[in-house]
Nanobody, 124 residues
């Protein structure tokens, strides 16, 4: 069974921080790139951040760079997204995704496995 489970979302005020976690199972996840995507109401799912198989390389969409940090602990089969200085426009469902590539990818179709999402709501 391949499973990704996100946690850590919530309702916060602008300027606050959250850390999202993605617990992975059912696969040798340490061989593959992982990503975080988000989907706001009425919008398409968009790329947020990605990390390569080892955690040595990361990539971010421009709107979150400098505020968000993706990391992974392969020994724990867990991927994190630290979100600082949150803004109302960050409000979305956040999804953990697993690829079948060792290096990062930034498109939805590059990821085969998806979690069910965790909601992040940022009030002004």
């Amino acid at each position: 069974q391949v499973l990704l489970v996100e946690s850590g979302g919530g309702l916060v005020q602008a300027g606050d921080s959250l850390r999202l976690s993605c617990a992975a199972s059912g696969r040798t996840w340490s061989n593959y790139a992982m990503g975080w995507f988000r989907q706001a109401p009425g919008k398409e799912r968009e790329f947020v951040a990605a990390i390569n198989w080892s955690g040595s390389t990361t990539y971010y969409t421009r709107s979150v760079k400098g505020r968000f940090t993706i990391s992974r602990d392969n020994a724990k089969n867990t991927v994190y997204l630290q979100m600082n200085s949150l803004k109302p426009e960050d409000t979305a469902g956040y999804y953990c995704a697993g690829s079948e590539y060792s290096n990062y990818r930034q498109y939805v179709n590059d990821y085969r496995y998806w979690g069910q999402g965790t909601q992040v709501t940022v009030s002004s």
